[in-house]
């Protein structure tokens, strides 16, 4: 169980380096102090763009003064992980089914493994404009995850702080400018983004 810190308010933050979670961690890390203490989890489970999406969180955590953690999930997802040029299709190859239910796992997963662990909140960037195209990016999904991480362990899951939830992509863009992120879902051979999967084109 997780060791409260009435000092404190810790959170574990899922960071993938897009603008989403980027946004999310903004605020808190900024007025960080003794009430706020973000700490960052990137997930690592065989995703196409995983390299860039690491170097982009490690260089947000970097900014931001965020401890950063990286797990690896070998071979947890064994279907089609390459997104064809064009697959702007929400019910395309780049949706991954049950990730946030796999992300969350992990978190809670990685907060119990530390007996000492002050940490009883997670954080994950899902929004509102998410909730069409995403099952696990629903309220009613995020709400259901917190219910039994709480009766189980005693950690909370929200879909990052007060007003996240409902933010447009523009306000979280603007929010990030000068921040080093990535939201690509297809990398090109050099590195660039492919600007044509949805995840470029909402950019």
Request: aromatic share 10%; charged share 20%.
């Amino acid at each position: 169980m997780p060791h409260s810190d009435e000092s404190s308010y810790h959170i574990l933050a899922l960071m993938s380096g897009g603008v989403d979670s980027t946004a999310m961690v903004l605020e808190p890390a900024l007025t960080a102090g003794l009430t706020v203490r973000v700490h960052g989890l990137f997930v690592d489970y065989g995703q196409q763009s995983a390299s860039l999406e690491w170097k982009a969180a490690q260089s947000v955590a970097a900014e931001l003064g965020i401890d950063l953690d990286r797990v690896y999930l070998s071979k947890w997802w064994m279907g089609d992980m390459n997104v064809p040029p064009g697959a702007v299709d929400p019910s395309g190859p780049r949706i991954v089914p049950a990730r946030n239910a796999m992300l969350l796992s992990t978190a809670a997963a990685f907060i119990l493994s530390d007996d000492t662990s002050p940490i009883n909140t997670i954080w994950i960037g899902a929004t509102e404009n998410d909730a069409s195209n995403y099952p696990d990016c629903r309220g009613e999904f995020l709400e259901a995850m917190s219910s039994a991480f709480f009766h189980a362990y005693g950690i909370e899951v929200f879909p990052g702080g007060d007003g996240f939830w409902e933010s447009t992509r523009a306000q979280r863009r603007a929010n990030t400018v000068g921040l080093e992120t990535w939201s690509c879902y297809a990398p090109l051979s050099t590195g660039l983004p492919c600007e044509e999967c949805d995840s470029c084109r909402q950019d």
